[in-house]
């Protein structure tokens, strides 16, 4: 019986770990987690329910109220908040502007690990988030850390964005990204950084193609070792 292993994946925002990770995930027939849409859905719900995440109290109420799923098929992955698909309003601007600052909150982030692990335990997964392989799976045998220039990563995302037909400026785009880097990357509580044993993968100018085939050799090595 062949091996199944944890993939983990993790960069900066708009750098295309989830289409990495969902396309891997196909290829390989194991189950993709979105991490960040799941601190995506907490802050929509956050956000639609007035929860003032400054406080302790309040911010532990909440996560109790919140449920967490995915629903996935050959087409798409869907998002869902307490039974709700949530999927397109958890991409919104108004979510990407707060989801950092929510995620720099140690009850959230500790629920949400909690959960994470618990969908891994029998490994076959991929995973893509910020600290997926230095926190929720630090023994995952396979780590990658995903790189992309910010001129990329802006054009990227404002095309997904325009796509929708969600008007923005690409300075706009640019001043979020940035910004959400800086908290990503300095917060206290697993902070983004790359794992001493991922394999650095710089996908700037990289077809989706070529990256799927580059990511897939690797794992393919790691699930023979």
């Known amino acids: ?15 295309g770990k989830s289409t990495l990770a969902r396309d891997l995930a196909r290829g390989l027939g194991y189950a993709y987690i979105d991490s960040g ?10 956000l639609e329910n007035g929860v003032d995440w400054n ?100 054009r990227r995302r404002y095309s997904e964005l325009s796509a929708k037909g969600i008007h923005i400026t690409e300075e706009e785009v640019r001043a979020n990204l940035l910004d959400r880097d800086r908290i990503d990357s300095t917060r206290e509580d697993s902070p983004l950084k790359q794992a001493s044993d991922a394999r650095i993968l710089d996908n700037t100018f990289l077809s989706r193609e070529e990256q799927y085939s580059m990511v897939m050799k690797w794992a393919l090595e790691a699930i023979r070792s």
């Open 55 to 154: 406080d302790p109290s309040t911010v532990g109420q909440a996560l109790q109220r919140i449920r967490i799923e995915f629903q996935v098929s050959e087409a798409q992955n869907q998002t869902l908040l307490n039974g709700v698909i949530v999927e397109d309003a958890i991409r919104s601007m108004r979510v990407s502007e707060y989801v950092s600052p929510v995620s720099t909150i140690s009850a959230v982030r500790r629920a949400m690990v909690a959960q994470q692990q618990d969908l891994g335990r029998k490994r076959g997964v991929v995973m893509d988030g910020r600290d997926i392989g230095t926190v929720v799976f630090p023994d995952a045998e396979l780590k990658i850390f995903l790189t992309a220039s910010t001129e990329e990563r802006v």
């Open 1 to 15: 019986m062949e091996k199944k292993i944890i993939v983990a994946i993790d960069g900066h925002s708009s750098c």
């Open 37 to 46: 849409a799941m601190y995506r859905a907490v802050t929509l719900y956050f």
